[in-house]
C-alpha cells in the first residue's frame, strides 16, 4: 500500500470513529488515538525515514492536509455533541409559564418604626427638625442642665442605668434638646423633634420596660405660649387615633417644665362616653408636656426673659398600644413575626 492510500484509509477510519461519539470524553479519547504523541500519525511519521529525500516534502503535505481534515472532523462533531447537550438541558428545564408564580414574602418595618415616622412625617410637616444624640450622656446633660441637680428628689423617678458617676444610659432624649440650644447659642429660635432609644432600671411586665422609645419635641421662640402647645398637641390626637379628637391638660409636675401638664385624648374607642379602654372616664393619658422652665432656658444660653419655650415627650410604645389596642409591651421586643405581621402596611 503506498503511502497516500495509507493516510486515505486513516482518514476514512478516523471519520467512521468520530460521527458515531455522543460524548465530549469519547471524542477526546479519538482525538488521542489519531493525533496524540502515541497516536497513528506517529506511526505514520516514522515512515518518513525511509523515504527519498525529494519525495519527503509530499509526504509531510499531505500527512498535515489528513491531520487538518480530522481535526475538522473532531470540532464539526465537537459543535454537534454541545448542541445535543443544549437542546437535551432545555427539554428537561422547560419552564411552564402558564403556571401560577411563587408568592414571595417580603419584610415589613417594625411597629413602633412605623409610629416614630408617622410622628416624624407629622412634624416634618410643620417645620420642625428632626434631632439625634447619643445614648450614652453625662449627668450634666441628662439631669443638671434640666434643673435636676445632684441631690434633687425628682431623681428619684428616673431610675437610672449608671456607668460611672458621671455617666450614665440616658433616661430620656431630653439631653439631645439641651445640646441643640447650646450648639445655637442662645441666639435663635429653635423647634425640633428627638426620637429615640432611652433607658432606666424598670422591673419588665406587661407595662413597663428598661429600654422603650421616646420622642421629644421642643419650641424656643419669643411669642411660643401655652395656647401653641395645645393646638401641636390636637394635631398630634387627630393624627394618631383619628379626627375628631380632644384632648384636655391637667396640672402636673416635671423640674425642667413650669408650668407642667399631663395630656389626655378622648377615648377613641367609645368617643369619650366610657368604655374599659378608658376605665369609665372617656379619657386616656397619652404624654406629658408643659413650658420650658427659665432655668433650663438660663442653663443652655437663652436669654428667659426674651424667649420662651414649650417641651412634650410622647412614648411611642405607649402610644402603639392605645392605637391598636396592645396590651403587653413586651410583644414589641420578642420578635415574633406573627406579632410582626399583623401591622405590615
Not at 432606666?200 to 411586665?205: L, M, W
Not at 432656658?297 to 415627650?313: I, M, N, P, V, W
Amino acid at each position: 500500500m503506498s503511502v497516500l492510500d495509507k493516510l486515505k484509509a486513516i482518514q476514512e477510519s478516523a471519520l467512521e470513529d468520530i460521527k458515531v461519539i455522543k460524548s465530549m470524553h469519547e471524542l477526546n479519547d479519538v482525538k488521542a488515538k489519531y493525533l496524540g504523541k502515541k497516536g497513528v500519525f506517529s506511526d505514520v511519521m516514522k515512515l518518513m525515514k525511509d523515504l527519498p529525500n525529494e519525495e519527503r516534502p509530499s509526504f509531510g503535505k499531505m500527512t498535515n492536509e489528513t491531520k487538518q481534515v480530522i481535526l475538522k472532523y473532531i470540532e464539526e462533531q465537537r459543535t454537534l455533541i454541545e448542541r445535543v447537550k443544549v437542546e437535551e438541558q432545555l427539554s428537561k428545564e422547560t419552564i411552564d409559564v402558564t403556571l401560577p408564580g411563587k408568592r414571595m414574602s417580603s419584610g415589613n418595618r417594625h411597629l413602633l418604626t412605623q409610629v416614630v415616622e408617622e410622628l416624624e412625617d407629622l412634624f416634618i410637616g410643620m417645620g420642625y427638625e428632626i434631632m439625634e444624640g447619643p445614648e450614652v450622656e453625662t449627668d450634666e446633660y441628662n439631669f443638671e442642665k434640666l434643673n435636676l441637680p445632684k441631690d434633687h428628689p425628682a431623681r428619684d423617678m428616673q431610675d437610672t442605668f449608671y456607668i460611672t458617676e458621671d455617666t450614665l444610659l440616658r433616661t430620656h432624649t431630653s439631653p439631645v434638646q439641651i445640646r441643640t440650644m447650646l450648639e445655637v447659642g442662645g441666639t435663635e429660635p429653635i423647634k425640633i423633634l428627638c426620637p429615640g432609644k432611652v433607658y432606666r432600671r424598670d422591673d419588665d411586665d406587661a407595662t413597663h420596660s428598661h429600654q422603650f422609645m421616646q420622642i421629644e419635641g421642643l419650641v424656643v421662640d419669643e411669642t411660643t405660649s401655652m395656647a401653641d402647645l395645645k393646638g401641636t398637641l390636637l394635631e398630634v390626637a387627630n393624627k394618631m387615633f383619628g379626627e375628631g379628637r380632644d384632648i384636655r391638660l391637667r396640672p402636673s409636675y416635671f423640674p425642667f417644665t413650669e408650668p407642667s401638664v399631663e395630656v389626655d385624648i378622648s377615648c377613641h374607642n367609645c368617643n369619650g362616653k366610657g368604655c374599659n379602654i378608658c376605665k369609665g372616664t372617656g379619657w386616656i393619658e397619652v404624654l406629658g408636656a408643659g413650658i420650658v422652665n427659665n432655668n433650663v432656658l438660663e442653663a443652655s444660653g437663652y436669654d428667659s426673659t426674651k424667649y420662651r419655650g414649650f417641651a412634650f415627650g410622647i412614648g411611642v410604645e405607649r402610644m402603639a398600644m392605645l392605637k391598636y389596642g396592645i396590651n403587653d409591651i413586651r410583644q414589641f421586643y420578642t420578635n415574633d413575626l406573627r406579632f410582626n405581621k399583623q401591622f405590615k402596611k
